[in-house]
């Protein structure tokens, strides 16, 4: 054993210092600088949108959907329970909506199952909007977040959205990377699909508003930021506007309403451009390491690699889960065990509708979700983790069946 392995960490090299070096070197280090831009412009491409607009952090790019949305106090948002609590905080308490809780199908993202019963048998359509029978309030928007990159079943969620007159709004900042191959939505990008109206109203006008991530644990990374995409020149301007301290006049220092302090550096930009670069060969890497947990540890005296969709569908690969409970393994004494041999690991996170003060909000279809929050525990992934120090982790975890 020699060595500390982490479970996900960044990817720099030269590129990397060298344009965050010009960025400081020229002394635009903050919110202004063409590095920004030219993020913006480079990430929009790839993922095939017209607009993005370069954030703090995939939740302040959240919270930016959520205004952009119309989504506001008294309106109910259906959300996955499992998945980072940052994916539900921006669109419900941030703006004083409430959530509903749907747990997760075997991909782990929300299950089209049970939203479609609650839509169908906890609500009613009125006037084409739909109302929760319990508290009477406007059921607005469903949140779709692609779980460990890999990507919901967006047409049955999109089917659903439509019956039922739901905003849909995509949280794709985990899955960088993963797009359809196939069927109706064949060569779209994850965040480039759920549909929003004008500020949450039926107005003759529909875009796609979407939400990625470059935390230092994301497939790419700025350190901390985020970005929201959009194919509506109006939405992805008014989300910069509001990211800048809404600033109408900047000589002035007029400001035509509330804005927040949300625009990513110019130096994060820069660190942006050159991962981006990178991606491609990070997800091909992600996926070999995949395929070597696959291939000796899935089905090994009960042992599971859980899989990615392949159907239509092509994964970054960005976090890759154990599944213990049919091995008799206990998921705490896995990752300490896996510590002592310097491996880190963890569990995946704890369900949302427990958590704060969010056990006062309604739930459903929740086994699957408590199952997996029990006997998962996510391996190292990180886009420079060696195929040696891979079989490391393997070697350790198959000694933990002796």
């Known amino acids: 054993m020699s060595g500390f392995i982490p479970l996900s960490v960044p990817n720099f090299g030269a590129r990397e210092a060298e344009l965050a070096g010009l960025a400081i070197t020229s002394g635009w280090v903050s919110t202004s600088g063409g590095k920004v831009t030219e993020f913006e412009e480079k990430l929009a491409a790839y993922v095939g949108m017209p607009r993005a607009v370069a954030c703090n952090a995939g939740t302040s790019a959240l919270h930016l959907a959520a205004m952009a949305a119309g989504i506001t106090r008294g309106d109910e948002v259906i959300v996955p329970t499992l998945t980072f609590i940052a994916a539900v905080n921006p669109l419900t308490r941030y703006v004083g909506a409430e959530p509903i809780f749907i747990g997760c199908n075997d991909s782990l993202c929300i299950d089209p199952d049970a939203v479609e019963d609650f839509c169908a048998n906890h609500c009613e359509l009125r006037d084409g909007k739909l109302y929760n029978k319990k508290t009477g309030a406007h059921v607005k928007a469903l949140e779709v977040v692609h779980v460990f990159g890999n990507l919901a079943d967006m047409p049955r969620l999109?089917?659903?959205?439509?019956?039922?007159?739901?905003?849909?709004?995509?949280?794709?900042?985990?899955?960088?990377?993963?797009?359809?191959?196939?069927?109706?939505?064949?060569?779209?990008?994850?965040?480039?699909?759920?549909?929003?109206?004008?500020?949450?109203?039926?107005?003759?006008?529909?875009?796609?508003?979407?939400?990625?991530?470059?935390?230092?644990?994301?497939?790419?990374?700025?350190?901390?930021?985020?970005?929201?995409?959009?194919?509506?020149?109006?939405?992805?301007?008014?989300?910069?506007?509001?990211?800048?301290?809404?600033?109408?006049?900047?000589?002035?220092?007029?400001?035509?309403?509330?804005?927040?302090?949300?625009?990513?550096?110019?130096?994060?930009?820069?660190?942006?451009?050159?991962?981006?670069?990178?991606?491609?060969?990070?997800?091909?890497?992600?996926?070999?390491?995949?395929?070597?947990?696959?291939?000796?540890?899935?089905?090994?005296?009960?042992?599971?690699?859980?899989?990615?969709?392949?159907?239509?569908?092509?994964?970054?690969?960005?976090?890759?889960?154990?599944?213990?409970?049919?091995?008799?393994?206990?998921?705490?004494?896995?990752?300490?065990?896996?510590?002592?041999?310097?491996?880190?690991?963890?569990?995946?996170?704890?369900?949302?509708?427990?958590?704060?003060?969010?056990?006062?909000?309604?739930?459903?279809?929740?086994?699957?979700?408590?199952?997996?929050?029990?006997?998962?525990?996510?391996?190292?992934?990180?886009?420079?983790?060696?195929?040696e120090d891979c079989d490391r982790v393997i070697e350790a975890v198959l000694g933990l069946l002796k």
């Open 158 to 387: 999109m089917a659903i959205a439509e019956r039922y007159g739901l905003i849909v709004i995509e949280d794709a900042t985990e899955a960088l990377g993963t797009r359809c191959t196939d069927g109706p939505y064949e060569g779209r990008f994850a965040g480039t699909i759920g549909d929003i109206g004008c500020h949450g109203q039926k107005c003759g006008t529909f875009g796609h508003y979407g939400v990625l991530s470059f935390n230092g644990n994301k497939i790419i990374t700025t350190g901390a930021g985020g970005a929201v995409v959009s194919n509506h020149a109006d939405w992805a301007e008014h989300a910069k506007h509001l990211s800048t301290q809404a600033k109408a006049d900047m000589l002035q220092f007029l400001h035509d309403e509330v804005g927040y302090n949300y625009r990513m550096t110019n130096v994060q930009a820069s660190l942006g451009i050159a991962q981006l670069e990178r991606l491609e060969g990070f997800i091909a890497h992600k996926k070999a390491l995949y395929d070597r947990y696959v291939a000796a540890l899935d089905g090994v005296k009960g042992l599971r690699i859980l899989p990615f969709r392949e159907e239509a569908c092509r994964s970054n690969h960005w976090f890759f889960s154990l599944y213990v409970k049919d091995a008799g393994l206990d998921r705490d004494t896995v990752i300490e065990k896996l510590q002592a041999q310097q491996i880190q690991t963890r569990p995946v996170w704890a369900l949302i509708h427990e958590q704060a003060d969010y056990p006062r909000n309604e739930a459903y279809g929740l086994d699957k979700a408590l199952d997996y929050r029990k006997y998962i525990v996510n391996l190292p992934c990180s886009t420079n983790l060696s195929m």
